[in-house]
């Protein structure tokens, strides 16, 4: 469907031209049949005159309809389009993968007062034995600024990972965390700061229940001017009724500066 209105796009100015030309000949029928029609005398004739009239109406008729929606697919969807597009490429270039990270490992200095390093023992089973290494603690990217604590969040049915509470955003950014519920209906994505006159303002509706920790949507900062915000995730069931909620504070920012380096 895109390809389609793309091509029309392109080609308007053809369109333009033959809805001109398909007009002006059928504006010539009309012309030329209204005068058989009024110099015959006979009622046949008469009769087919009146229809070939009324089809060279009809024609210029739904040539104007197919102009207008040619200037529309112009001025309405083509504009969307273009401004989907550029939504989607700033998230794109938002989404980066984490590297492995690596601490290297100093090597020992060199002894200068002659004393060699001795080994110490080891048990005999120690090279067997399997010890826990603690997981990693998922951070979320970006800088963490103290806040008020998280509202309602201790629901495992509504979850906020990303963006956690405390966050300073200044660039799109994935919705991660849960989201379900008995007979779950739709969960919304809502929030509220000086961009929305003291009100909660939906940016974006989920209706998939996540039950594991996933991505379920996305939030481009960019509308949105710096400060404070409240942003919430809202469960609901079947009836409208609201089953779960998490609130978490964030804080929306320019981008932060990097360094540049002097030579």
Do not use: W
Not at 76 to 85: G, W
Not at 96 to 101: A, I, K, L
Not at 240 to 257: F, R, T, W
């Amino acid at each position: 469907m895109t390809a389609v209105i793309a091509l029309i796009d392109q080609v308007a100015i053809g369109i333009y031209f033959l809805i001109a030309a398909g007009v002006l000949f059928a504006l010539r029928r009309y012309i030329i049949h209204g005068e058989e029609y009024r110099s015959t005398y006979f009622e046949l004739e008469r009769e087919l005159s009146r229809y070939r009239r009324t089809n060279a109406i009809t024609a210029i008729i739904f040539l104007l309809e197919l102009a207008v929606i040619v200037a529309g697919v112009q001025a309405v969807i083509v504009p969307e389009l273009l401004q989907d597009r550029q939504i989607e490429a700033l998230v794109a270039e938002a989404r980066f993968d984490d590297g492995d990270f690596q601490t290297p490992v100093p090597a020992p200095p060199a002894s200068d007062l002659g004393i060699d390093p001795v080994a110490l023992p080891r048990s005999a089973g120690a090279a067997n034995q399997i010890q826990a290494t603690p997981l990693p603690t998922p951070t979320p990217v970006g800088t963490i600024i103290p806040s008020d604590p998280p509202q309602g969040c201790d629901n495992a049915e509504a979850q906020l990972l990303i963006p956690g509470n405390g966050m300073r955003v200044f660039q799109p950014i994935p919705v991660i965390g849960t989201v379900y519920t008995d007979q779950f209906s739709y969960a919304s994505i809502e929030i509220n700061g000086p961009s929305t006159l003291g009100s909660f303002q939906v940016i974006d509706e989920q209706h998939v229940e996540v039950r594991e920790r996933a991505e379920f949507g996305q939030f481009v900062p960019a509308p949105y001017e710096a400060g404070e915000y409240q942003f919430r995730l809202m469960v609901f069931d079947i009836t409208n009724a609201l089953k779960a909620s998490c609130m978490v504070h964030i804080y929306i920012s320019e981008p932060l500066p990097t360094l540049t380096p002097v030579r």
